[in-house]
């Protein structure tokens, strides 16, 4: 079942990506050598404490921490701990949610830690963000959950390979509804598999993460004996971006972006929702 919501709550959806956005903000530059991961999510709890909000992850299956921090070839719920200590050169996923009112909101980032980053990892950053704007553009009414999927794969298809040969689409994890839950159905894949059909058409009060996540390399991935932590099979780094989307009446909105995904989207020719807090 798809959780369809009314306008006040996709404005209260709105208020919990704001937090959201607050904490990235906060942990882009606390990411700096010599941070320990522990230090972000000390930083990311205190936003959340700030602005009176809850955390969806801390507790979430017994996961120990406010935020999720992964670091070069952890792809994905990377644990801050005291002993994981950014180095100059690194890349690291920070993946953040809040609770407001009982709403959700969730999205990641990457960021590149100091300075002397190989190219292709830039390159590595850019396609999965770019893959993450051209699935949110395909939040409109009358596609369907596939199409959002096709828009992800496609872009990153469409680009030029990396020097390793080529970019790994993770398989094992991908994007999924929000609302009063932080994890809920409909579960998306970040390509397209003709085993899972097309799946619901998006109308309005739909609402959506969309979070590729992409490696340069294998696709497949192992989780450590801590139960969390995702890394690639073969060692290659990965980037991990997402946002929290809503499809109103008016068009799309990204919960989660202080814009609203206004900018991005309209060099993409999308026209935003209005924001409902403006």
Known sequence: MVEIKTPEQIAKMREAGLVVAAIHEATRAAAVPGASTKDLDDVARKVIADHGAKSNFLGYGGFPATICTSVNDVVVHGIPDRETVLKDGDIISIDAGAIVDGWHGDAAFTAFVGTGHAPELYELSRVTEESMWAGIAAVRKGNRLVDISKAIEGYIRRQPRPASGKYGIIEDYGGHGIGTQMHMDPHLLNYVSKKRGKGPRLVSGFCIAIEPMVSLGTAKTHVLADDWTVKTDD?????HWEHSVALTE??????????????KLAELGVETAPDPLA
């Open 235 to 239: 060692g290659t780094w990965s980037s």
């Open 250 to 263: 008016e068009g799309p909105l990204v919960l989660t972006a202080v814009d609203g995904g206004k900018a």
